[in-house]
């Protein structure tokens, strides 16, 4: 017995794919993935057209699908990011349907309830044995967690694993079962190691950097929610890195003992673990290879399912238990709604992933981003695209001082006390516009080639047509 | 925020129970479980009544559910095995309803379809956090794997968690994780660790069991099954235990070693993975003390859930890839059909739990069993209840011959080839006739106190009231 089938052809054909259908993807090879890429080009080899593509997020690794759009095999996309050199060709309307995008909570949310139907999910796994036990952790592809990948496998019509790793039956140390998969296809490699690991997870030296890194920390020391159990969700990017060792320092000067680290996982997150600043890494996505060596050896390290994480259709996630998560934002308005979809001038790229979901769970929301980028105002009037709502998000750190969301005066009040620079959101929008001059903003006024869903599935915000 | 709430009864109300609904247990505290009783007296304290009981399996520690039936509190049962005591009280007819005997395949299976709907479940938790993040690896009442409440936590309407063991949110190596669980409720004792042990794991020393042990490890060895990469279920009876124990003998002087061992699993597996003679142990349930240990320390003892141990639904499952099994018998016929569910007088003393799942999975199902016990034959013309269908039963092993399903010729070759005392079941039957006397089974004829279903849900036998 096994479900070993020769190649991704066979797997299409055994599963019936036909126009018309919807096939999914998970995102954890990121920037390295070959999976998404070779099976849509199989598709489009075998003449299938019209296909939805719902994928957790894309990379500008999967450029090549833009051809396909061009050719009518892929018609529609359900996503959670887009990355910018994908994004800003599909901003030029090339797509037939408009793109759903959701969050990383909202999608396997959809998927569970049956909101949104998988024909066939193509799970690139680094490592399987024949009959689709799967894991992540091991393989020359490894990538760590293969949390967002859970709904598709259990809910998909047809579930054919892709892997570059076949181990002996059964693969004891598996993250999804076989009970999920259909077939499995061997292939050379699933992916390039170099592009799976993200390049953005260094720590800033940009003293801008520093400077919102250096208050990031203390106004989380300030909000009295840094003490023991203590829980914490940070991004990737060089400044959301820098806070945290900023906070790793306080935590260990003050022995303060947290509970669980959230977010896509680093190898500062690790060490944030292994230094004893929290009792476990809760880990849907690893961002580099520190992450993934830890995950697999470090019962600490624990590997958690997108709903899990974030939906907000379960009894209970952990980004609903969060104490603070550090986000970053393209733009932020008066009202602190923040935009993660698109440039200033409506092009995609980006999308919430968990931006929005961490923001309604944390107790303390904190944006941090430079007050000006590029010589554009990091603060308007109106986001171009609301990705995450203004009622959401608690404080805004910039490098000139730190807004508060009026809704939340006692913080204001503690970080005022503790004597950080605190300013309305309205002066530093001032002294963002002394800079650049007041933006001009061109809304887009084209068809609208995106619904962004808000996770729990209502319409937040559209997206035009550049 | 928390999901503790103040005892059994608080955690009833906010469930919304109601006369006529269904309740469900899991049996991995076996005969030391206290919260099935505690469930069923809050709730007839409570003036609840007309109450589905859904347990995957019932002991004598339950006998006190007798009274709650008599009072018209419990009416239905569905279960997968019966203990003796509570079984000889249910064969009286008194539960207004009939059982529903399943498979430990079936019921996940039935459950996860919506075949079978569960109102709200009560999971026996060894350790859980405030939220329900569960498992049953640590704690004073630590059973090991929870994998048979699974189905029940992923599919009740509400679920409550009952424990004697709150651990630090977020509990890292959760089993169950918190998105299935409604309430936690922390009591005193969830169950007396004495009984959560099996007591019957222990080697037979009788030397009509060893002389079975040794014909069962033969029949292995000659099956030519048995090479690396071998798979191997068996129970916890004492000359189960004992063929296990010349197989790993066989094993270890030949050199082989296997993929996976499942069962019950006892002290005896784990010594086998330990010696090398198997790369894993998947365990849907653990027996002693020493498999709980194993569990929570060895990676290769891996917990896994009754959908994938034998679920017929899902696309895959450990039975079907499963080489030998060996299993009971209160009664075989010489069409093969098995009985575990009551002895020859028609009384319930047990069920199929796994044994016809295993059976219809695996490439060797062999009952051994002696062939008398207390003056009764082991071999009758027709079962009194059919457990497994003999056409997924391949070999009989008594002391006092073998008897092969004359569809497996190629088999009965084998063992002949290799000495083995192979016999018909006519004649086999004749011998033990010819010790007891020719039975006299007189069959129940009372009302229909029980519904057999196979593991396809298909009813494959009824019992009646004796």
């Keep these: 017995m096994s479900k070993l089938v020769k190649n991704l052809k066979e797997a299409i054909t055994l599963c019936g794919l036909k126009d018309g259908m919807t096939i999914s993807f998970h995102h954890h090879l990121r920037n390295g ?9 199989e598709i489009a080899a075998m003449g299938i057209k019209d296909i939805n593509l719902h994928a957790s997020s894309l990379f500008d690794i999967h450029l090549p699908v833009i051809e396909h759009i061009k050719n009518g095999v892929i018609t529609g996309i359900e996503t959670d990011y887009i990355s910018t050199g994908v994004g800003k060709q599909l901003s030029q309307g090339i797509l037939k349907n408009p793109i759903i995008f959701r969050t990383h909570g909202g999608r396997p949310a959809d998927i569970i309830s049956g909101r949104s139907h998988i024909d066939v999910a193509f799970v690139a796994a680094p490592s399987s ?19 967002y990948a859970f709904a598709d496998a259990m809910c998909a019509d047809k579930v054919v694993v892709v892997t570059d790793n076949i181990v002996d039956y059964p693969m004891y140390d598996y993250s999804i079962p076989e009970t ?4 499995v296809v061997n292939v050379d490699k699933i992916g390039n190691p170099s592009g799976i690991v993200s390049g953005t997870t260094k720590i800033t030296r940009d003293p801008v950097g520093l400077v919102m890194a250096d208050y990031a920390a203390k106004v989380i020391k300030a909000s009295s929610l840094l003490k023991d159990g203590f829980s914490f969700q940070t991004g990737a990017g060089g400044a959301s890195l ?14 303060i003992t947290g509970s669980y680290c959230m977010g896509g996982i680093t190898g500062y997150m690790v060490d944030m673990l292994n230094c004893g ?8 996505q690893c961002f580099d290879l520190d992450a993934v060596n830890s995950l697999r050896t470090n019962p600490k390290h624990k590997e958690v399912s997108a ?35 698109t440039d200033s001038s409506g092009c995609i790229m980006g999308g919430s992933g968990g931006h929005s979901d961490a923001a309604a769970g944390a107790k303390l929301t904190m944006i941090i981003a430079p007050l000006v980028r590029a010589r554009v105002s990091v603060i308007t009037d109106r986001v171009t695209c609301i990705s995450t ?32 620079p605190v300013v309305d959101i309205f002066d530093l929008k001032k002294k963002a516009d002394s800079i650049c001059g007041e933006a001009k903003i061109e809304r887009a006024k084209g068809k609208v080639i995106a619904n962004v869903l808000y996770r729990d599935a209502s319409l937040i915000d559209t997206i035009r047509m550049i």
């Design 242 to 255: 820098a806070a945290a060792k900023y906070l790793k320092d306080i935590m260990l000067a003050e022995k």
């Design 389 to 420: 709502p203004g009622n959401t998000v608690d404080v805004l750190v910039t490098q000139r001082g730190i807004a508060i969301n009026p809704l939340r005066t006692e913080l204001r009040d503690r970080l005022k006390d503790a004597g950080l």
């Design 277 to 284: 600043c929290f009792e476990s890494l809760m880990d849907v």
């Design 33 to 41: 993935d070959y999976v998404l890429n070779a099976v849509v080009d």
């Design 180 to 183: 999920n998969i259909d077939y």
């Design 307 to 341: 709903e899990h994480y974030a939906s907000p259709d379960v009894k209970s996630n952990l980004v609903n238990s969060l104490d603070v998560v550090i986000l970053g934002a393209t733009e932020i308005d008066t009202d602190f709604n923040v935009n993660v979809h």
């Design 129 to 147: 044995d024949k009959m689709g036990n799967i894991t992540g952790k091991n393989g020359k592809s490894a990538c760590g967690s293969l949390g």
